[in-house]
């Protein structure tokens, strides 16, 4: 994680250079701001994964002396294909649908869907094909 941090330690430096010289060129405070809150969201995950990066057991990619054996190893799991975020983000269509068209009986409809097919996509693990 030591990289990581080294990583947005950098863009974090990028953004406090580019702040300043963005408002004597534009005068704009929006962007200022923008480019202000920007660093401090780089500076506070750089703070957070170095204190992170002290504390635990370095990885393989953080050694200088780690062989490409020692990443080797299970990854993780990777979840086949889904049919059920097509069903949420399609059920989401009809919920926004519904609300810019004030259709109050559209966005009910569109919740009562959408809870079914979130339903599906959290418990689809557990019956059918790819059931665990």
Do not use: K, Q
Request: aromatic letters at 20%; one cysteine or more; charged letters at 10%.
């Amino acid at each position: 994680m030591r990289a990581e941090a080294w990583l947005f330690a950098i863009c974090a430096m990028f953004f406090l250079l580019v702040a300043p010289a963005y408002w004597f060129i534009t005068y704009d405070w929006t962007g200022t701001s923008a480019l202000t809150m920007t660093f401090l969201l780089m500076l506070l995950v750089a703070f957070f994964l170095g204190f992170h990066a002290r504390r635990m057991e370095p990885r393989p990619e953080d050694r200088n002396e780690a062989e490409i054996s020692d990443g080797a190893g299970e990854l993780g799991f990777f979840p086949p294909y889904s049919w059920w975020p097509l069903w949420s983000a399609a059920t989401l269509g009809i919920i926004v649908f519904g609300t810019a068209m004030a259709a109050w009986w559209l966005l009910i409809i569109g919740f009562g869907l959408g809870s079914l097919a979130l339903c599906g996509w959290i418990y689809e693990y557990y019956v059918g094909e790819h059931a665990h």
